[in-house]
């Protein structure tokens, strides 16, 4: 048997409508898919692609984390 589901997941735009993975990361308003690495040093996503021994750094922006191009939930 073969069933189709859809799943929901909230996505972040920054104050310029650019995505971003969350708008306060303290409040727990942030993509489920966000993850640390590094002792909590380094941020990275489920979906990251390794980059060697881990996976790859998030960039950044003034106003926030950019999504990496393997993000589904900006998927272009």
């Known amino acids: 048997m073969k ?5 929901q997941f909230t ?5 310029n409508g650019n995505p971003t993975c969350g708008t306060n990361f ?8 966000f993850r640390a690495q ?3 040093t380094i941020e990275t996503c489920l979906f990251a692609p390794a980059g060697g021994r881990y996976l790859k750094q ?3 922006r003034e106003s926030g984390l950019i ?3 393997w ?3 900006f998927k272009k």
């Open 11 to 15: 996505r972040y735009r920054d104050k």
């Open 71 to 73: 993000c589904p939930l």
């Open 26 to 33: 303290a409040d727990g308003n942030s993509c489920e898919f």
């Open 3 to 7: 069933e189709i589901i859809t799943l």
């Open 58 to 60: 998030l960039e950044r």
């Open 67 to 69: 999504p990496g191009d």
């Open 38 to 40: 590094r002792f909590g």
